[in-house]
Nanobody, 113 residues
């Protein structure tokens, strides 16, 4: 139900924009988020946006990444600036609807030094 796009290879200091489109209406009351995963590690929250609250960011990306959603288009976007090599990971979009978790297919982000 979630289709992610926008990953790729970029040099450190560069920018990428990830986009995730839902195949159905994701009401504004449902949270949407981006997670990332590196080999051998669990997925970790990168940024989250919830109705009526300021977006949440993990400390390592705060000030560099921005998350927003377009409820009319059923999309959530992650703008990533000043990328660092440690941002290299597979990025997944996520939402929770009525207690069920939904994940996008993952998109690879590789940041070279």
């Amino acid at each position: 139900q979630l289709q992610a796009s926008g990953g790729g290879l970029v040099q450190a200091g560069g920018s990428l924009t990830l986009s995730c489109r839902a195949s159905r209406t994701i009401f504004s009351g449902y949270p949407m988020a981006w997670y990332r995963q590196t080999p051998g590690n669990a997925r970790r929250l990168v940024a989250r946006i919830r109705s009526g609250r300021d977006p949440d960011y993990t400390d390592s990306v705060r000030g560099r990444f921005t998350i927003w959603r377009d409820n009319a288009k059923n999309t959530v976007t992650l703008q990533m600036n000043n990328l660092k090599t440690e941002d290299t990971a597979v990025y997944y979009c996520f939402t929770k609807i009525d207690g069920s978790d939904y994940w996008g297919q993952g998109t690879q982000v590789t940041v070279s030094s």
